[in-house]
């Protein structure tokens, strides 16, 4: 018993890689449980369903407010996730967004063992970093973006390694699949190609090595990539959708993932690891260092030091270029001396985690809150057919779109904007009313977009005012909302 005691405590100890890479794992999909819908992800789904059933809009079919031409920039996203749905409903969602986690880590590992760092540290490094951006990981598109920068990072240096310029067609493909399942990220695979390009510059913080490759073959690969480019739905409306979504309006909302980090959220995280990193390269200025994943991290740090959203990116630069650390250092994982304690919390970690994804995803059930009004839905569906003109918030809208009702705007706000939908700045209208307590503006707003249904959160001006209008009955009380009808 003693001798198995001994060989189990170093069977722990020395596949401590393997506890840190599959703790991470379970952490991870228990914070995607936890989020894998929310409200994009009704935006999606309704997407989805649209084009499986009518096609590739260009005008707006979700709002009421008629004439608005439309870019869905992630529509064939949309059309994937809505047949993964239409299957498996929301744990085939949750597998998909992990198999997505998973590809993202045998990419890392791929582009890690081309810069000669062993798939053990590859993967403690990739889970814990990918923990640590987890919180991007849902139903969004956005780890589809990571994927394919990976993607194009692996490509770019396996081209490094063996000089093999025919492989680089597989950027063309990066750009084709980018533009149609997230048109908005599009233009930043031309952003991640500049370190690949641009010579090492000499500078007195870090030296770099000498570049040991020809750059001619991307005089043929960009254009073919800026070309397909055009090979989506929309056109040059979609090459151009990142420069016309952005907007005083969308700062004004006081949307989130706008928002600089700050020490209150995962920022923190983000200010500790350039820390380390810039105190590792403090020590070592006299070795040198390739200069694309350095290039590549200064540019991801300054876009995550912007908005909160950019910080996944941020991560992934940080990720790639704790390969140049882990290479210079030859780091390798040791035997762990509370091996049998790790090997428990890791039993544990996995009970934990299985008893949250079971019940948030299993048997999954939206919640009625301002986000999901369930309870406003099932009246609608109970007393009204579904060509009622609902006034919807931009964090309720997609909801109410999924269950087959128009709203008046939804979350992707740029999407109400005049230089994309062509005919009126719908979205500055509602954030004037939202933010207005003048009577006279509220009336003329609804004189000017009539509803039968007005679905406002509780704690807005406008929840206040529509409760003391005799000409407005509230017909459902939430506790974060409320659903009114117009007499």
């Not at 069977?11 to 936890?34: D, E, H, P, Q, R």
């Not at 597998?95 to 890392?108: D, G």
């Not at 309006?249 to 920022?267: C, T």
């Not at 609804?446 to 509230?474: G, H, R």
Request: glycine share 4%; aromatic share 16%.
């Amino acid at each position: 018993m003693k001798e198995l005691n001994k060989k189990m405590y170093h069977f722990l100890g020395k596949n401590l890689w393997l506890w840190i890479t599959l703790l991470a794992c379970m952490v991870t999909y228990f914070v995607l449980s936890i989020q894998v819908m929310d409200n994009d992800g009704w935006f999606i789904l309704s997407n989805g369903r649209y084009i499986l059933e009518h096609g590739i809009p260009y005008e707006n079919p979700f709002t009421w407010v008629e004439g608005l031409d439309v870019v869905l920039q992630q529509w064939a996203y949309s059309v994937v996730v809505y047949s993964i749905y239409q299957w498996f409903k929301v744990p085939g969602i949750f597998l998909f967004c992990c198999l997505l986690h998973i590809t993202c880590m045998m990419l890392f590992c791929k582009i890690a063992k081309l810069k000669q760092v062993d798939t053990k540290t590859a993967l403690v490094l990739s889970s814990v970093m990918l923990l640590i951006g987890s919180n991007f990981l849902s139903i969004r598109p956005t780890f589809i973006t990571v994927l394919l920068l990976l993607w194009q990072v692996c490509v770019l240096e396996q081209y490094r390694k063996d000089g093999k310029a025919w492989k680089l067609w597989q950027l063309v493909l990066i750009s084709f699949l980018e533009i149609n399942f997230h048109a908005a990220i599009w233009p930043f695979h031309f952003v991640m190609l500049l370190p690949y390009l641009v010579p090492p510059i000499k500078n007195f913080f870090v030296k770099f090595k000498p570049k040991d490759y020809s750059i001619k073959p991307f005089l043929i690969v960009i254009p073919l990539m800026a070309a397909v480019g055009f090979l989506n739905p929309y056109g040059i409306d979609g090459i151009k959708y990142v420069f016309l979504s952005y907007g005083k309006e969308l700062k004004d909302a006081g949307i989130v993932e706008l928002a600089a980090p700050s020490f209150q959220d995962s920022g923190l995280v983000f200010v500790l690891l350039l820390a380390v990193i810039l105190w590792w390269i403090a020590l070592h200025r006299e070795e040198k260092i390739d200069a694309p994943f350095f290039y590549i991290l200064c540019g991801t740090a300054i876009m995550g030091t912007m908005h909160l959203r950019n910080l996944i990116y941020a991560y992934v630069g940080i990720l790639l270029f704790l390969c140049e650390m882990v290479r210079q250092n030859k780091l390798t994982i040791k035997n762990m001396i509370y091996g049998n304690l790790v090997f428990a919390t890791f039993l544990g970690s996995i009970a934990f985690t299985w008893i949250g994804i079971s019940g948030k995803v299993m048997d999954y059930k939206q919640d009625d809150d301002v986000y999901s009004p369930v309870k406003a839905i099932a009246y609608l569906d109970e007393h009204e057919e579904k060509d009622v003109n609902v006034f919807t918030e931009f964090n309720n809208g997609a909801y109410f779109e999924w269950n087959g009702y128009k709203c008046f705007v939804d979350p992707r706000p740029e999407l109400y904007f005049k230089k994309l939908n062509h005919k009126a700045d719908v979205f500055q209208e509602y954030q004037e009313l939202i933010q207005t307590t003048e009577p006279e503006k509220i009336d003329a707003f609804f004189d000017n977009y009539p509803c039968d249904y007005a679905c406002v959160s509780k704690n807005s001006s406008l929840n206040l005012y529509l409760s003391m209008q005799e000409d407005w009955e509230p017909v459902v009380d939430s506790e974060e909302y409320v659903l009114y009808q117009e007499k």
